[in-house]
């Protein structure tokens, strides 16, 4: 018996949920047809996760910031690669962290319930790093997360990067810079710590392209690479401490 997230999101093959892209004017369509292999897994995984599987820390019943942020899979000299982006070092909250683009859903983005956070991930990935939406296939909505300190409830939207464009910083008052990590670089032992935050909350993180990933970005990149089965065992008690103005 399928979920209501299934239902929903019409993750089985051949179904499809169709939205009006604000980002590009063009209908958006949730489809995990045609996929590269490799992508596989991950479409999967996206059909039957579990909120509880992804975090602790699930939305309020009520209240909290609806926002979306776009896990963009994509295939460069290295193989299957994730785009991210740092954030600004002057901005006043989550200053210099790297991050998944994204943002807060906007009154045209549509329903929360519905299109919505698919068309506000669209919109802000093209806002943020310059990428055309028209040659990202969405393939998989995960279910919505919480973010405590900032009080955002954040959809995570999945998508594969088709028809790649170029991108970098748009605006560097908000982003110091968009780059891409290889996937096999996320999955090796090596890039792979844990993190302490002043608070005592201990999460997992990424040392790669000359940043560490960690916070709900990491913590989201860990579990698809463990429900996709692409996780290598990794020392857990290999730690790096956070500054306490993260």
């Known amino acids: 018996m399928r979920s209501a997230r299934e239902q929903q999101y019409g ?3 051949g179904v499809r949920e169709a939205a009006t892209g604000a980002a590009s004017g063009r209908e958006v369509t949730v489809t995990a ?3 590269p292999e490799w992508l ?4 999967r995984a996206a059909g039957t996760i579990e909120p509880r599987q992804l975090s602790r820390f699930l939305p309020p019943e009520s ?3 609806q926002s979306a942020v776009l896990i963009l899979f994509g295939h460069g000299p290295r193989g299957p690669e994730l785009l991210l982006m740092e954030r600004a070092g002057t901005l006043r909250s989550h200053a210099g962290q790297p991050s998944f683009p994204g943002g807060a ?6 329903d929360p319930d519905g299109p919505g956070p698919v068309r506000a991930a669209l919109r802000e990935a093209q806002e943020e790093t310059g990428l055309d939406p028209s040659g990202v296939q969405v393939f998989g909505v995960l279910p ?3 973010i405590p300190v900032s009080g955002f409830v954040v959809t995570p939207v999945l998508g594969w990067w088709r028809r790649p464009t170029p991108v970098g910083a748009v605006d560097q008052a908000e982003t110091a810079r968009v780059f891409t ?3 096999a670089d996320l999955t090796d032992p090596a890039h792979r710590v844990t993190t302490r935050h002043p608070s005592g909350h201990i999460g997992p993180a990424f040392l790669v392209e000359n940043a560490l990933v960690w916070g709900f970005t990491a913590g989201v990149i860990d579990r698809i690479l463990h429900y996709s ?3 290598i065992p990794w020392d857990r008690d290999k730690q790096v401490p956070l500054d306490w103005r993260s």
Do not use: K
Not at 40 to 43: E, F, G, H, L, S
Not at 105 to 110: I, K, S, T
């Open 229 to 231: 089965g692409w996780e």
């Open 63 to 65: 209240g909290g910031r």
């Open 11 to 13: 993750e089985e093959a």
């Open 144 to 146: 919505r997360l919480y």
């Open 181 to 183: 990590v290889p996937v």
């Open 33 to 35: 047809d045609g996929l």
């Open 40 to 43: 596989a897994p991950v479409a």
């Open 105 to 110: 859903l906007d009154p045209e983005d549509g």
